[in-house]
């Protein structure tokens, strides 16, 4: 990111910035959109074989910022590896490499003025909520929230015990075998946590009102611990 950039996102009330985040041998790209008088900032991890265009992620995000959250939607991987694991599928599963990568823009975002002083959360959806279930555990107290949305965090089990970061866990009520997963995972959480239901939706939450739930939870969730400091059990 050059000098000219980190000017522009210097200021609070910027209202969007296509954003290149330098990881270790690679650059991820993004949209940082930070609304006035903002405390947190909430990082999305999309699901397998998705991006940061998925227009189910951008509807919860414009939502969450409406709330007064800045959100930040990237890749998690470049556009060649995209194009890779559009054959292969290999790398959508690698969680430990998409939990890396969400670590690395994480303290990216740690230390560009813009965002430096905010509050952290994640908003993970399918494999991506493991992946941020795994970057909470690893970075401890700098995350404050994380919300997963149809997620596997099943796949993130050992660690989940780790995690210090407030949890919410949304379900679909018909999504049935994903039910089973997460309650087995809520069961092993032991930070302040919670399993919401959406009445009638399936995985993709595409049914009337479903998203919006999902949504409105989401919000809810983050403003809520932007101002608590509270992360015991549930």
Not at 66 to 91: K, N, R, V
Not at 194 to 199: A, C, D, G, K, M
């Amino acid at each position: 990111m050059n000098a000219e950039h980190l000017t522009r996102l210097d200021h609070p009330e910027s209202s969007f910035d296509s954003v290149r985040i330098p990881l270790d041998g690679v650059t991820l790209e993004g949209e940082l959109i930070i609304p006035e008088h903002t405390q947190g900032l909430v990082l999305f991890a999309h699901g397998s074989g998705s991006s940061r265009h998925s227009p189910r992620n951008q509807f919860v995000a414009r939502v969450l910022r409406q709330s007064g959250s800045a959100t930040l939607l990237f890749d998690l991987l470049t556009p060649a590896e995209e194009a890779e694991d559009a054959h292969t599928g290999h790398l959508r599963f690698n969680i430990g490499l998409l939990a890396e990568r969400l670590g690395g823009a994480t303290r990216w975002a740690a230390l560009i003025p813009a965002t430096k002083r905010l509050r952290l959360g994640y908003f993970g959806s399918s494999t991506g909520a493991a992946a941020a279930l795994i970057a909470a555990a690893s970075l401890g107290d700098t995350i404050d929230a994380v919300v997963s949305r149809g997620g596997r965090p099943d796949l993130a089990m050992e660690a989940l015990s780790r995690v210090t970061a407030a949890t919410l866990l949304i379900v679909g009520e018909r999504d049935e075998v994903v039910m089973q997963l997460n309650e087995q995972a809520y069961a092993r959480l032991r930070c302040k946590k919670r399993l919401s239901t959406v009445p009638e939706a399936t995985h993709l939450f595409a049914e009337p009102g479903a998203l919006e739930e999902v949504a409105r939870l989401a919000a809810e969730w983050f403003q809520q611990h932007w101002t608590s400091n509270e992360r015991g059990g549930s």
